[in-house]
């Protein structure tokens, strides 16, 4: 047998640019000033992160209201360790949050040190990166709320 | 078996430009769309399907915006394809928009190509390189400047063939509101005098890059005949491909065109294109690429193709086959909707709605979509009358 046939790297990268058009670049806008907004449908539901066209009806969405800063883990995985790629270093909690005022859940980290500490039905509450400039990486992720 | 008649009930397109920052793509498609229902008299529920096109996905960056866009679409529910035949991808789009129609699976099917080539860059993903060939970053002109030569030397055509081509497509976009350049005080002379970009192409002889995409409502002979307005019907359908390199393959005019448009002639019934033909919408990215097409696709015979041009044949002022009277790819290039807004400037042409770049009295009217290293095809003849 000969040797192996030979590999070669291939890298492809270019830095694409996206237009956020008026819904998601406010959702956007508002992550930069510190707020969370999602888009009210017509029946009085509100989506958060919000959606241009109504997932149902197709109709344009276009009021934008803003919602809670804390809401409740529906569902929830824990990551250990994180991959190279994570935008967290140290294990967390990955969990769909249902923010108050908002009828359907985001996508988000909790920010505990254990799996013990997460539980479905928790309360969390948004803790914010320092630098903010219209990004999902604004919102730094989430840690359990206060107990009064 | 029989093909059920097809009709175009509607066509909607955006205004060409180089950046919609406004919108984000599913904003652009939206409003395409809603402009092409509005013409059909229509709305989203009596859509039965959504079949989209758009270039390859590095273009964009977006893998499968077929998901994404479905909601912008009014697509749930429903199916929703997407076509990929590159270039062309806008023809072959709507004609398997038209094959669900003329299959009997749909009555009324939504079709749309777009592209935002502001968010990317063509170019570069035209380029991308291979670890085992010489990476030379030409992009599709790089590609097709060979090709343009070799036509120029065996068919003999003085050398301004070209730029009289992209000066007679600027003037014709000048009369289409949709079109990215309007360039008003543009003179023959500036055209010839434009630097190389790829010898032998100017400057001033390729496509720019736009945003924008382009729709189309088909349907079935019911809908076409419940229309309120004018309809174009659908009297030819066909695609081609073909490798682009093998030994004596013939770049300048594949096999692959000449079959595909041989077989679109004889489902219309067309024996003499140029004498039946009244308008033509070719996909033109080069300005060579219209005397070379005129051959391949039988307007001319072979090496006349560009004596039609030096004629002014081709011109919506006297010509006997205007070809490309919206200004055509070379006025702008949503690259994704580029070859749907060939087949729905043909069928506006044929519906008497095409306004100011209208050839009076169109009747049969060709839509025509190339792309890879032109061996992707798509035609159609349109028609005024029921075929």
Known sequence: MGEA????????????????????????????????????????????????????TSEPLTEIVEVGQAGEVVSWTWVDPPRPQSPWDEPHGLALILLDGADTPMLHAVLVDSPDELVTGMRVLAVWSREREGHIADLSGFSPEEVA | MAKQRTAVLGVGQTKYQSTRGDVSMAGLVREAALRALVDAGLEWSDMDAVVIGKAPDFFEGVMMPELYLADALGCVGKPILRVHTAGSVGGSTALVAASLVQGGIHRRVLTIGFEKQSESNATWALSLPQPFSV????????????IIRHYMERSGAPDLIGCMVAFKDRQHALRNPYAHLHQHDLTFDQVVEAPMLWDPIRYSETCPSSDGACAMVLGDEAAG?????????????????????????????????????????????????????????????????????????????????????????????????????????????????????????????????????????ARRAFGHAYGGGAQYFAMWVVGADRP
């Open chain 1, 5 to 56: 046939p030979l590999r070669a790297d291939l890298i492809l990268e270019y830095p694409f640019t996206r237009t956020t058009g008026p819904v998601i670049g406010a959702f956007l806008t508002g992550l930069r000033e510190g707020v969370l907004t999602g888009v009210r449908r017509p029946d009085g539901t509100v989506m958060v992160p919000p959606a241009e066209y109504d997932p149902v």
């Open chain 2, 135 to 146: 990476s030379i970053n030409a992009g599709a002109g790089g590609y097709f400047s060979p």
């Open chain 2, 225 to 361: 005949d419940a229309a309120a307005g004018p309809v174009a019907w659908v009297h030819g359908t066909a695609m081609r491909s073909e490798a682009n390199n093998f030994p004596g393959r013939d770049e300048v005019d594949p096999q692959a065109s000449r079959d595909c448009a041989a077989d679109v002639f004889r489902q219309a019934g067309i024996s003499d294109p140029r004498s039946e033909i009244d308008v033509a919408e070719m996909y033109v990215p080069f300005s060579w690429y219209e005397p070379m097409w005129l051959e391949s696709i039988g307007f001319a015979e072979r090496d006349a193709g560009w004596r039609m041009v030096e004629e002014g044949a081709t011109h919506l002022d006297g010509g006997d086959l205007p070809v490309n009277c919206s200004g055509g790819v070379l006025s702008s290039n949503p690259i994704g909707a580029s070859g749907m807004i060939r087949f729905a400037e043909a069928a506006l042409q044929v519906r008497g709605m095409a306004g100011d770049h209208q050839v009076e009295g």
